[in-house]
């Protein structure tokens, strides 16, 4: 079922062929938007050749574009009966674009739907059934149902490995998703170890120049970064940008999320400008898709804010964090981890400005969030309590400092001794 490869492992052809292509067909089918065709033109469309129009638009990240094509051609396929494998991915579709745009609960009730008739359709341990499991997931994880989303990935694996070896590319992707959970899940041992058989699978199918690979090695990188491993992390994501620049050219907004990853690296060595630099730049890149529901700009304004407050620009710091708070309660909740961990970004401001009662509120509404998300160890429950740790030195309290550091130490160490078994395991 095409609809389950929209999110697939690539196929050995550039992006940039498929990019011309996709424009040559928006030219002579589409125009500028859904309703650029005559009225009478657009009757005659199929609802597969409404889909594959909107494909072409999200495989270019226009999913503002897309919608409108895949919504009319799901109207089209309910009205045939007999046509139960277009429906299907005529959601599906839809389920992976309204993920894109952030309406998660139309996105898991579209999936799920899908999902149910794609069971009736083919075989219970079909490939395309696990494609579906994927999306499922990345719905999950958007709305910050981390256990559920391993879960529709384990079971998207089990799928896989019932018509592929391990050692197949086709399980690529799978791992690569499984690693952002356990991410998520604070597990950066065992995603690390996804991450690495991944790199293996995708290098020895596609190659190290492959674009696919470069993705996979920026999203590594920005685990590295996590783990203030920045020395292993900054080769990687030269390569991520080497590669993407050759395919989209320096001024694409796919190219964001690895200059916030160099960012990152940059602020780490203290080459302040140079960050403030790659994120501004990454911001622009956005152009109209930075709105108020873009996570990917919420990300970009909060690591611009972290690199205000540390370079003593507190205005702008403030500014840019109330933006992405905003962004990132909007599409996430405002009891997500995303949203705490802004939270915490602006405490840290605040004790910076002196604003300690303010510091210390949003210290306990991230903290209490995150408890409430995850177990007590989590790595950004630790983040928060230095942060804590960092309010207490302000006011002098040492005693209370003392016991928040404790219980860093605390996580680290049981963090060490709860997940390396684990890394080993997904081995």
Same mark, same amino acid.
């Given at each position: ?28 089918f589409a125009g500028d938007s859904a309703g650029a065709a005559p009225k009478h033109i657009r009757q005659k469309r199929s ?9 072409? !638009? ?39 674009? !309204? ?5 998660? &609960? ?16 083919? $075989? ?39 018509? =592929? ?29 996804? $991450? ?13 120049e492959h674009l696919y690979t470069a993705r996979v090695l920026g999203r590594l990188a920005k685990l590295y970064v996590l783990?203030?491993? !920045? ?21 694409? =907004? ?17 080459? $302040? ?8 730049? %990454?911001?622009?890149?956005?152009? %109209?898709?930075?709105? %108020? ?21 507190? %205005? ?59 177990? &007590?160890? =989590?790595?950004?429950?630790?983040e928060v309590l230095e942060t804590m740790v960092q309010l207490q030195q302000r006011v002098g309290n040492t005693a209370e ?27």
């Amino acid at each position: 079922m095409m609809a389950a490869k929209i999110s697939a492992f690539p196929r050995k052809r550039t992006t940039g062929v498929l990019i011309l292509v996709a424009v040559l067909v928006l030219i002579l089918f589409a125009g500028d938007s859904a309703g650029a065709a005559p009225k009478h033109i657009r009757q005659k469309r199929s609802s597969k050749t409404l889909r594959m129009m909107a494909r072409l !638009y999200m495989a270019c990240g226009d999913y503002d574009k897309a919608r409108p094509l895949a919504e009319q051609g799901l109207r089209l396929a309910r009205k045939k009966p007999d046509s139960d494998s277009e429906l299907c991915s005529c959601m599906l579709d839809l389920a992976y674009l !309204y993920t894109n745009q952030g309406d998660l &609960d139309d996105a898991e009730a579209m999936c799920k739907q899908g999902l149910e008739l794609q069971k009736k359709i083919y $075989y219970e341990w079909h490939p395309y059934i696990a494609y579906a499991l994927r999306i499922l997931s990345d719905i999950y994880q958007g709305q910050g149902k981390y256990s559920q989303a391993a879960d529709a990935l384990d079971q998207a694996m089990s799928i896989m490995l019932k018509s =592929h070896l391990p050692n197949e590319a086709a399980l690529a992707p799978f791992r690569v998703d499984m690693a952002g959970v356990l991410v998520k899940q604070g597990n950066l041992a065992a995603a690390e170890s996804c $991450y690495q058989q991944a790199l293996e699978l995708i290098n020895n199918s596609y190659g190290p120049e492959h674009l696919y690979t470069a993705r996979v090695l920026g999203r590594l990188a920005k685990l590295y970064v996590l783990q203030k491993k !920045y020395a292993e992390a900054r080769p990687l994501i030269d390569r991520t940008l080497a590669l993407q620049e050759k395919v989209y050219g320096k001024n694409h =907004h796919f190219l964001a999320p690895a200059r916030l990853v160099m960012a990152r690296i940059c602020q780490a060595d203290g080459q $302040y400008d140079k960050a403030e630099q790659l994120l501004k730049i %990454s911001l622009a890149s956005l152009g %109209s898709k930075q709105d %108020s529901t873009n996570p990917l700009a919420g990300e970009l304004l909060n690591a611009l804010a972290e690199l205000y407050t540390a370079s003593g620009r507190y %205005s702008k710091a403030e500014q840019a964090c109330q933006s992405a708070l905003k962004i990132t309660a909007k599409r996430f909740g405002p009891d997500s981890d995303n949203t705490a961990m802004v939270l915490n970004n602006m405490a840290r401001l605040y004790i910076k400005q002196e604003k300690y009662a303010e510091a210390e509120n949003l210290c306990t509404k991230a903290l209490t969030t995150l408890e409430n998300l995850f177990d &007590d160890n =989590h790595p950004c429950v630790a983040e928060v309590l230095e942060t804590m740790v960092q309010l207490q030195q302000r006011v002098g309290n040492t005693a209370e400092a003392a016991k928040l550091e404790a219980r860093i130490e605390q996580i680290r160490e049981l963090r060490k001794v709860a997940y390396e078994p684990v890394a080993k395991a997904v081995n």
